[in-house]
């Protein structure tokens, strides 16, 4: 599985948009990028996941580079409930059965009133 | 309601004890997770389970072992040899693919572990 790379930590205004960065330059065609994210003492949450196409739904919108080299997770209206850890993991679809996800460190999202 | 459930929400043991982490889902999923998570770090997967009878190692599944003898339920033991067994453990389920794209995990609400 592509290895990602995420900032550690970012501070955003509550009721901006907040944009956390994801890079995954060894990503393989067939591979997807999936966010998820865990608010403090939670089990995570799925967010959204997409392969070159960029997606949107009623959480957060993804935005893939042409490349699929790096991502984007877009929260539009970032709230405070919005304060977790998100993780970008990468890896190939599996239609049925098991799907085994490496969660990285991720990067902690502060939302600030 | 339809979710997963994991109980206790805390358990302490003392050192050298077997303890079991229970995990239940009544979402009708076919697999089945296990993760640990130390603080500030990100999960690990113990082991996993696609069916019914039916489980594989994680990436750090020595001194921990599972049961599947029922769809809904996922135990997990923590057992003596595991050498440091003080931290978070999640458990996850999926559903099947019905023509899905992708087969999100939801998790339970996690059981903190602390070994004295």
């Known amino acids: 599985d592509a290895k990602t790379t995420q900032p550690t930590s970012m501070d955003c205004a509550e009721g901006r948009a907040a944009n956390l960065p994801c890079n995954h330059s060894?990503?393989?065609?067939?591979?997807?990028v999936y966010w998820y994210r865990q608010i403090h003492s939670q089990g995570p949450q799925y967010i959204i996941h997409?392969?070159?196409n960029n997606k949107t739904n009623e959480m957060a919108s993804l935005i893939i580079t042409e490349d699929r080299k790096s991502s984007t997770l877009i929260l539009p209206h970032a709230t405070l409930r919005d304060t977790a850890v998100y993780y970008c993991?990468?890896?190939?679809?599996?239609?049925?059965?098991?799907?085994?996800?490496?969660f990285g460190q991720g990067t902690r999202l502060t939302i600030n009133p | 309601d339809g979710g997963i459930t994991q109980s206790p929400k805390y358990l302490f043991r003392k050192e050298g004890q077997n303890v079991t982490l229970s995990c239940e889902q009544n979402?009708?999923?076919?697999?089945m997770y296990w993760y640990r998570q130390d603080p500030g770090q990100g999960l690990r997967l113990i082991y996993y389970?696609?069916?019914?009878?039916?489980?594989q190692k994680g990436d750090i599944a020595e001194g921990y072992s599972v049961s599947r003898e029922k769809k809904e339920s996922f135990p997990l033991t923590v057992t003596s040899a595991q050498k440091n067994p003080t931290a978070f453990y999640l458990c996850?389920?999926?559903?099947?693919?019905?023509?899905?794209?992708?087969?999100?995990?939801?998790f339970g609400p996690g059981t903190r572990l602390t070994v004295l």
């Open positions: 996850a389920s999926s559903p099947p693919s019905s023509g899905r794209s992708y087969n999100e995990q939801f």
């Open positions: 060894t990503i393989s065609g067939n591979e997807y």
């Open positions: 997409g392969l070159k």
């Open positions: 993991i990468v890896r190939a679809l599996i239609i049925q059965g098991a799907q085994k996800l490496v």
């Open positions: 979402l009708n999923h076919d697999a």
């Open positions: 389970s696609q069916i019914v009878n039916d489980f």
